[in-house]
């Protein structure tokens, strides 16, 4: 009766814990400039930039933050990331965030299924035991280079190496994936970055306008100026 009562108990603590809300969030965050903070405050990971130039080389950063109970700040964070390998491929070299320099194992690559399984890390002890409340931390960097203009998206999934997993501060068991946010991220190929999208909208509405209205004007070349009337 006294296993009986204990098992109860556990099950009831696992179903209490599921229906309070989700425990840890993590999000790739795509970067054409690896993120020089490693802590930001908030309820939002970091922003992803849109687009990206052609043939360019670029980041997708693994950022966690321990949203729901138990709150005892995330001592290691692993997922597998997705990605579309007929426009980026994968630079196998994975950089450590100093908030997660121990790895229960290193990251595997695989460029023709388009999976780096096993992304993530775990702290150092003592372990640091806010970390990711009321904010998200940078746990790792992958280096990626697009080979293809066109549209890529980046997903995360559960851990599919059983000896990484996300786990809480002061917690025996890990967390359960069920319990966790797994983001994506879609980015596109072939427009400028430093481009924003309304600028390019508005770029385009106003050489619309130029044709319709019938002349078309060209940079300035040497010493003239072309201009062609319809």
């Not at 130039?53 to 949203?67: D, I, K, Q």
């Not at 780096?116 to 009321?134: K, M, N, Y």
Request: some cysteine; charged content about 10%.
């Amino acid at each position: 009766m006294r296993l009986f009562a204990l098992v109860a108990v556990i099950l009831a603590t696992v179903v209490q814990q599921s229906a309070a809300g989700v425990v840890v969030r993590v999000a790739p965050v795509v970067v054409s400039v690896p993120s020089t903070a490693i802590r930001v405050i908030g309820l939002s990971p970091p922003a992803s930039v849109e687009s990206l130039p052609p043939n360019s080389t670029f980041w997708v950063e693994l950022w966690a933050s321990n949203t729901g109970a138990p709150l005892g700040g995330l001592a290691c964070v692993y997922a597998d990331l997705t990605f579309s390998t007929a426009v980026v491929d994968a630079v196998p070299v994975e950089i450590n965030s100093p908030l997660f320099p121990l790895l229960a194992t290193t990251a595997v690559f695989d460029e023709v299924g388009g999976i780096v399984a096993a992304v993530g890390g775990c702290q150092t002890a003592p372990a640091i035991s806010d970390l990711g409340l009321g904010e998200w931390v940078l746990v790792k960097r992958l280096e990626f280079s697009a080979t293809d203009t066109g549209v890529a998206e980046f997903s995360l999934l559960p851990s599919s190496d059983p000896f990484a997993a996300t786990s809480i501060v002061g917690e025996l068991f890990p967390v359960n994936d069920v319990d966790i946010d797994f983001g994506s991220q879609t980015v596109l190929w072939g427009m400028n970055a430093d481009v924003p999208t309304a600028s390019f909208w508005a770029i385009l509405s106003f050489a619309l306008l130029i044709l319709i209205g019938g002349t078309v004007v060209f940079p300035r070349t040497g010493a003239r100026e072309n201009q062609v009337s319809h």
